[in-house]
């Protein structure tokens, strides 16, 4: 299939695998490799619009992490079951056993105990979701090695999670032919905007000790649901992370970290349902305006998770109200 990558799979190592010789892999080398085969991708192989959307061909991949301190003194299996919900539990013994799953390159069994520093790797077809096909815009680039982009919502800045070569960071390099970039401002998965991203790692350490010392201050246009009150409103309520996988946050005056955000109401739509509001956020928790116009009563009209019924019940997380359930991965 156009597009795709393989990955030779290396000899078992029995069924059981949970031997004192287990040898060591380094996660450098493994993704040294991945690099080598990524450059050999063009952009052609990569990437084709269909229904409107950008999709990417589905390839083969391998996922590959040392493991982690809370994994250690576990099976594998039970590993995989707790910490990786985008699949149903039924899936990781077969997964196991057919050595799709693997330990330091090795095949093992689903009781084999994961050790500290052992190299866990999972073999995939890879399904990339589709994002918008408005492109991704170079505005300008500097001499000194700034490059400012226009980014379209829907896309991610890095390569996480389900994304890889539909993010900023990899459509720069497959589309636009740059090379070791370094994202200087990030911007959520959902949110349009511009971009800052060094060509170089002294521009991005400046830009990002600009940022930090305010000498560059971030600015925010949203659409929230409701009529926004007048005049100039601060939340300053702390936020802390509910789920670390979801990226879910809330606010918590007692467990929460230092957060403020400043807010102007631009317009209001004739139907008085939706308001457009200016918003300066004075720090950078993740997801802060959203999670602050959430505890004022006016979410984003359009938020996947702040503004859903489902999560936060009917109130939607006003006030600081705790949500029902958390969302599917």
Known sequence: MKGERKHQRPESRGPDGDTPARKAIKLSDHRQE??????????????????????????????????????VGRTILEVFRSEFRDRPPGYYEPAIAQGIIEINNERVGPSTVVRNGDLVTHFIHRHEPPVTTQPLTIVQETDSGLLIVDKPGSIPVHPSGRYNYNSVVKILEKKHGYRALHPINRLDRLTSGLMLVGLNANVARRMENDLSSHRIQKEYICKVKGVFPTGRIIC????????????????????????????????????????????????????????????????????????NTEVWGDNLGKNGELPLALPPL
């Open 236 to 307: 300053d309520q702390p936020i802390r992370v509910i789920a670390h996988k979801l990226s879910l946050n809330c606010v918590d005056p007692n467990e929460g970290k230092p957060s403020l955000t400043e807010f102007e109401l631009l317009s209001v739509d004739d139907d008085q349902m939706h308001s457009v509001v200016y918003c300066r956020p004075k720090t950078g928790r993740t997801h802060q305006i959203r999670v602050h116009l959430q505890f004022l009563g006016y979410p984003i009209a359009n938020d996947p998770l702040y503004c």
């Open 34 to 71: 991945q690099k080598d085969e990524d450059e050999l991708m063009t952009a052609a192989d990569i990437y084709f619009e269909e229904g409107g959307l950008q999709r990417i061909h589905p390839y083969f991949f391998k996922f590959a992490t040392h493991a982690k301190g809370r994994w």
